[in-house]
C-alpha cells in the first residue's frame, strides 16, 4: 500500500475518492450551437430555429458531452461512465442505444447517413459539426443543472458608480479611443 493510500485511509477517503476530488474543474460552455441548433447545457433545453425540441435528460447529458468533445471520438464506456453510477441497475448498453435513437431522431440525423453523429461501431461516437460555445458555465461538472441559478447581483446606484472626472479619455481599455 502506498503512503498516500494510507494515509487517505487514516483520514477515511478512498483514494477514488481523491482522485475525483483531484480533478481539474474546467468551465464549461453554456450555449452550444451547431447548424440550426442551440443546447443550452445549463437548462437540458434544444432548440431549432429558437423553437425548443423535446428531449429527455439522459439523451440532453449524451448530446452535451459529444458536442463538448465534437469531432473526437467519445467512447461507449466514457459515456456510460458519466451517465450511470456504478451502483446503478440498469441495462447500460442498452439505454445508450436508446439514448442515440431519440438524440437523432430529435436532430433528424440517421446512422446509415449520419449528418451530425457518426457512430464508431463497438467503440463510441463522432459528433461531426462545427460546435460554437457560446457563454460560460463557471460551475463544475456534476452540478445540478436542474438547480435553479443564482440571482443577478443587484446594480449600485448610478450615482456611485459615476464617472468622477466627465471630462476624461473614455477609452476601450486596450489604448484605443472612440
Given at each position: 500500500?502506498?503512503?498516500?493510500?494510507?494515509?487517505?485511509?487514516?483520514v477515511g477517503v478512498a483514494e477514488r475518492d481523491f482522485e475525483a476530488m483531484m480533478t481539474v474543474i474546467r468551465p464549461r460552455p453554456r450555449l452550444l450551437s451547431f447548424g440550426v441548433?442551440?443546447?443550452?447545457?445549463?437548462?437540458?433545453?434544444?432548440?431549432?430555429?429558437?423553437?425548443?425540441?423535446?428531449?429527455?435528460?439522459?439523451p440532453v447529458s449524451?448530446?452535451?458531452?459529444?458536442?463538448?468533445?465534437?469531432?473526437?471520438?467519445?467512447?461507449?464506456?466514457?459515456?456510460t461512465e458519466e451517465l450511470w453510477p456504478d451502483d446503478v441497475d440498469v441495462d447500460v448498453e442498452q439505454g445508450l442505444n436508446h439514448c442515440m435513437k431519440e438524440i437523432r431522431a430529435a436532430l433528424g440525423d440517421r446512422p446509415d447517413?449520419?449528418?451530425f453523429i457518426q457512430t464508431l461501431p463497438r467503440r463510441g461516437y463522432r459528433f461531426l459539426v462545427e460546435v460554437h460555445a457560446n457563454g460560460w458555465d463557471k460551475r463544475p461538472p456534476g452540478f445540478d443543472a436542474?438547480?435553479?441559478?443564482?440571482?443577478?447581483?443587484?446594480?449600485a446606484p448610478a450615482e456611485a458608480t459615476?464617472?468622477?472626472?466627465?471630462d476624461a479619455d473614455q477609452g476601450f481599455g486596450?489604448?484605443?479611443f472612440e
Open positions: 500500500m502506498s503512503e498516500t493510500a494510507s494515509s487517505l485511509q487514516r441548433f442551440e443546447l443550452d447545457a445549463l437548462t437540458g433545453e434544444l432548440r431549432k430555429e429558437g423553437r425548443l425540441v423535446r428531449l429527455r435528460h439522459q449524451v448530446l452535451r458531452l459529444l458536442l463538448e468533445r465534437a469531432g473526437e471520438l467519445v467512447t461507449r464506456r466514457e459515456i447517413s449520419p449528418r436542474a438547480a435553479p441559478a443564482p440571482e443577478p447581483a443587484k446594480a459615476a464617472d468622477p472626472d466627465p486596450d489604448g484605443r
